[in-house]
């Protein structure tokens, strides 16, 4: 008996399963991101998107409905792993000053995973006539990129405080290196002068 081969409906619905998972994961990593923050606008930005997030796993239980699907949620490896990268990110550099650049870093991830995935459903609802489903899809999407965008923004300020303290610590550096080298030379004349 041959199997059925599967379609583009197929992909679009176990691909909706997928992010459906997903977003449950993502409110869950910027509820931890918000506790974790240092800077005020990045946590700010945590929680608001953990709201967003909220509605958007919402919105895709609305593209189900229109899809005469069930709301059904399948593991997303992907995701099972930025999350998973994000904690062991937040134990290794928990309280260290690179600590927000590096939540910033893996929220983006999976920012950019979710953008991908978004714009893919999108384009496929579209292919497929679920224009109602394809305005739900687009609008999770614009919210995300909107996301990364502040993201990348707060990024800039926090590496540029970051980079101030590691040019003054270079500074510090260079000062005492040329200080070493000097007294080196020194000694090294004074051995010279000492053999002449």
């Not at 239980?61 to 990268?85: D, H």
């Not at 939540?103 to 920012?111: D, K, R, S, V």
């Amino acid at each position: 008996m041959a199997t059925k081969p599967k379609t583009l409906n197929d992909a679009f619905y176990e691909t909706l399963k997928d992010v459906y998972y997903a977003e449950k994961q993502a409110v869950r990593a910027l509820k931890k991101s918000a506790k974790a923050a240092e800077h005020d606008e990045l946590r700010q930005a945590f929680e608001t998107h953990a709201e967003e997030s909220a509605h958007q796993v919402e919105r895709l239980q609305q593209v189900f409905e229109i899809i005469g699907k069930p709301a059904r949620a399948k593991t997303c490896e992907a995701m099972q792993g930025l999350t998973s990268e994000m904690e062991e990110d937040l134990e290794d550099f928990g309280g260290s000053p690179a600590a927000d650049a590096v939540l910033i870093g893996c929220a983006q991830a999976i920012e950019h995973y979710e953008i991908a995935r978004y714009g893919t459903l999108k384009t496929w609802a579209s292919q497929l006539g679920y224009e109602d489903a394809a305005k739900l899809l687009d609008e999770t999407l614009q919210e995300e990129k909107k996301t990364d965008e502040l993201l990348s923004q707060i990024a800039e300020s926090l590496n540029v405080e970051g980079s101030e303290a590691a040019g003054d610590d270079e500074e510090d550096d260079s000062e005492e290196v040329v200080g070493k080298k000097l007294a080196g030379a020194a000694k090294t004349a004074a051995k010279g002068k000492a053999k002449a």
